[in-house]
């Protein structure tokens, strides 16, 4: 965080630095840093965050890591251009390996939730219940699961969004119901929201109760450490526990490891590095996988768009970014049958619009025009349900980096080509003048008639059709046969006694909904049964 | 019309080209500058050439404002690129570098001239040919100078006036 200017809004941490708590930065040591503690946690977002306060209330010490910077609501000046690069992995421009899908992940203190849109679902019923009966999960129903979701949204502030909707989620309502589909409201985590739009650039405002406002500030006051600019490399076993974690530290850009070491000997190691992450840091400690599942069924909600202009102003930068969505197409289809996709609205700024939208020069430059009319829809998949859906595969570069392997295979194409058509149809229904499906050149319709032909026509490809997600999933799931789960159904590895993964690696499908309060409530339980089992010493 | 076996055999001189691109130049050949975010001369050149076009229709009209915002452009693509994970920055160090190579900028690039004297429709050809390539190498290629020119100049507030984005508000109590 940078020092306190003349913002009108009281900085947490500025407060909290101040009354001691412990934060380090790593790319700062001037020599190796070696700590003990009762737990270890690899990454600050839903997971790690949720977990280091638990724990630390429990009266245990807790040390947290974390590869990206310290980055506060004095720092959090809504500009892409500084928000990408330092909040986000690899600038927000992370891509599978062909490419084909750019990855919109956090990586800063709070991880994802501090970048998030503040989209807020309890993990769906039939996403439930396709766990217990495809995958044996048993004590992960509706109801088992209810206490902790509810102790997790009242911790963050979880609740019915009252005010209205901005025009880009409005035009989706409307839209939804011109055709004859349902759409609802979304539940946000923010208290105090001042509705500016700006939630994936860092909330200047602390009105979205991210971990980075909650639960990190929450352990620190119980005494925990956070260490940033670290990247944990490698836990090292010995026998089935892991004896030590080893992180490097990070030059102040966050790009390269400097020559400086981050050492932590703990009783407990949590991974928590996202469902991208925590598989690498498994492979690179080579963690048991007899069964060859650590890093495989990587998910990721694939994602496509369809971009519209409308008669009057949208100003889709503007006003809470997500406050509508549509599940018709997840809630009237088999879960495992032909690929469903949830609806919803993404908010516009500059750079996220221009460089989504296809083609260059003069007819890219017209689209840019028409900014302020811009209305957006995206498509959500629900992978991993289908047989056919096994997701990506995390794999290692030569330098130890991870790299998803996700192929978009026809089963995907499917769905990507009926969601088009609904986005389209959705547009022109709530008064769009022009509908452009995100894909290849970028061809744009005036009537629905026309649209949908040209989409049942389109050859849709990797890197042709425009593909993103920003939910990374899978991995390592839970479970209690370790030929299908990396861990038990507590969060515990099923080869490595102490050695727990709390994050949305654990799912081991997608989620069908964005993912963040999943990770919580799932995680709120796991930790719990940790500091029960880790109680304090004397 | 290029045929596909075209493409196949620009495919493979392709291949043979990044080699030599990389015995030539050398792993670790000093670039013109090393400040974080400074480009060599050879991937200046290349987007200079390239930016204007991806650009058509979004840039100042008037030469001297149309000339600085390509060259902001440029830099802030270079910083962008600074920022990448390190196995991105080879990636495109070596996309430069073998673009720079006038065999390769001949036959896949289809440029003829040196970079810095390209006409904007040869590099047009170029990009349409990137962008329409069946080979995985060369659209990714368009891919990677879209995303890093559009990120650069919509992040410039510079170019935020013609598209009638206010920019972010002010927080004031």
Known sequence: ?538 | MISRRTFIMAGLFGAAALVTARWLRGPDTPAGDSRPGTLDTDAQAILHAMVPVLLAGALPIEAPAKRAAVDETVQGIGVAIAGLSPAAQEELRQLFALLALPPARVAIARVKNPWNEATEADVRDCLDRFRGSSLTLLRSAYGALHQLTFAAWYGNPGSWPRIGYPGPPEIAA
């Open chain 1, 1 to 538: 965080m940078t020092p306190a200017h003349n913002s009108p809004i009281p900085d947490p941490f500025e407060a909290g630095l101040a009354s001691g708590w412990k934060v380090i930065d790593a790319s700062l040591l001037a020599k190796d840093l070696t700590l003990d503690a009762d737990v270890a946690i690899a990454g600050s977002g839903a997971g790690g965050g949720t977990a280091a306060e638990i724990l630390a209330n429990a009266g245990l010490s807790v040390v947290v890591l974390e590869e990206g910077p310290l980055r506060t609501s004095n720092d959090f000046r809504m500009r892409e251009s500084e928000a990408y690069p330092e909040l986000y992995q690899e600038s927000a421009a992370r891509k599978t390996r062909d490419k084909a899908i750019n990855i919109l992940q956090g990586r800063c203190v709070g991880g994802g939730t501090t970048v998030n849109w503040t989209s807020s679902f309890r993990t769906p019923p039939a996403t439930l219940a396709f766990w217990q009966r495809e995958f044996g999960l048993a004590g992960y129903s509706v109801d088992e699961l209810a206490p902790w979701f509810a102790q997790m949204e009242a911790r963050l502030s979880i609740a019915p969004w009252d005010v209205a909707p901005n025009a880009n989620n409005e035009a989706l309502a409307r839209g939804a119901r011109m055709i004859g589909i349902s759409s609802a409201a979304i539940r946000r985590n923010v208290t105090g929201c001042w509705n500016i739009g700006y939630c994936g650039l860092g909330c200047p405002t602390n009105a979205k109760q991210s971990m980075l406002v909650t639960t990190i500030p929450g352990a620190l006051a119980k005494g925990a450490t956070l260490v940033t600019r670290v990247r944990v490399q490698r836990l090292v076993l010995e026998k089935d526990r892991v004896a030590l974690l080893e992180g490097d530290a990070m030059d102040a850009a966050g790009v390269a490891p400097t020559t400086r070491k981050v050492r932590v000997r703990a009783r407990a190691y949590i991974a928590a590095g996202g469902a991208i992450g925590t598989p690498a840091l498994l492979l690179r400690s080579g963690a048991p996988d007899p069964h060859g599942i650590l890093g495989k069924r990587t998910f990721l909600h694939p994602t496509v768009v369809s971009a519209a202009l409308m008669p009057d102003r949208v100003d889709a930068f503007a006003g809470a970014p997500q406050t509508i969505y549509s599940d018709h197409f997840l809630d009237t289809q088999p879960i495992d049958g032909p690929m469903g996709y949830k609806l919803e609205a993404p908010p516009l700024h500059p750079v996220l619009t221009a460089t989504t939208l296809p083609d260059d020069g003069d007819a890219h430059a017209q689209w840019m025009a028409a900014f302020p009319r811009m209305q957006v829809l995206i498509a959500l998949m629900r992978d991993g349900f289908n047989p056919e859906s096994q997701g990506g595969t995390v794999r290692l570069r030569d330098d130890g980096t991870p790299l998803l392997d996700y192929p978009l295979l026809p089963l995907f194409w499917d769905a990507a080509r009926r969601a088009m058509r609904t986005m389209a149809q959705i547009q022109f229904a709530a008064g769009a003048q022009t509908v452009m499906p995100v894909h290849a050149r970028g061809a744009a319709f005036t009537s629905f008639a026309g649209a949908r032909a040209a989409i049942d026509a389109f050859v849709l490809e990797p890197g042709v059709t425009p593909v993103v997600s920003a939910h990374v999933m899978g991995g390592a799931p839970l479970g209690p046969n370790p030929k299908r789960a990396v861990v038990t159904s507590t969060g515990r590895h099923h080869q490595v006694e102490n050695l727990y993964v709390f994050d949305g690696s654990l799912f081991p499908t997608s989620i069908g909904a964005n993912p963040q309060l999943s990770i919580y409530g799932i995680v709120a339980r796991l930790a719990t049964g940790l500091a029960q089992s880790l109680a304090p010493r004397g």
